[in-house]
């Protein structure tokens, strides 16, 4: 699901095709193993690329924003809140542990959807470039039954901060792999 339709309608959520068949399949692959999950897709980019404030990135269709997967206090599967007085969900602040009240960010099902977003984007001739998350949840992510067998993959994520805190949400660059037409 959007994030916004506002932003959505504004034209910030557009990515390149074959990052878009990656990430629905993906999605459905991920909701059919998991009953009740959805995935929220927050920023992408403007449909003819170039600069996208407050992003440093986001400019070629090959970047994306997924709000992380969450549990409520009874561990069934929740979304992160998009209202326009939390940014959108931009603005939401998890603690160390990956807690905000009663939500707790679901970890495992973050890692089954990094392995598929990488499974579903190589028949399409993309790799994941890079992964941010905040880095206190690298271990974390790692650590969860899911996250031990992202395998090279875990290569992929920086292990110190970036220009904004991704507590709220992972952010995905992929990539043309060698030998593929722009």
């Not at 916004?4 to 074959?18: N, T």
């Not at 974390?140 to 039954?145: C, I």
């Amino acid at each position: 699901m959007t994030y916004s339709y506002l932003g959505a309608s504004l034209g910030r959520q557009y990515v390149h095709g074959a990052v878009r068949d990656a990430l629905e399949e993906a999605f459905a692959a991920c909701a059919a193993a998991r009953p009740g999950r959805r995935f929220v897709v927050g920023e992408t980019g403007h449909r003819d690329g170039g600069p996208f404030w407050p992003h440093r990135t986001h400019q070629n269709g090959l970047s994306v924003d997924i709000f992380v997967p969450l549990r409520d206090g009874a561990g069934r599967p929740a979304e992160v809140s998009t209202y326009p007085w939390n940014k959108l969900g931009y603005g939401l602040e998890f603690d160390a542990q990956g807690r905000s009240g009663e939500l707790t960010i679901d970890f495992d099902d973050l890692a089954r959807l990094l392995s598929a977003l990488d499974e579903k984007a190589r028949p399409r001739k993309l790799r994941i470039q890079r992964i941010i998350l905040a880095p206190e949840y690298v271990p974390l992510l790692l650590a969860s039954p899911a996250g031990r067998k992202l395998g090279s993959l875990a290569g992929a994520i920086p292990r110190g901060p970036v220009w904004w805190r991704h507590d709220e949400h992972v952010h995905i660059d992929f990539a043309f792999a060698a030998g593929r037409p722009r």
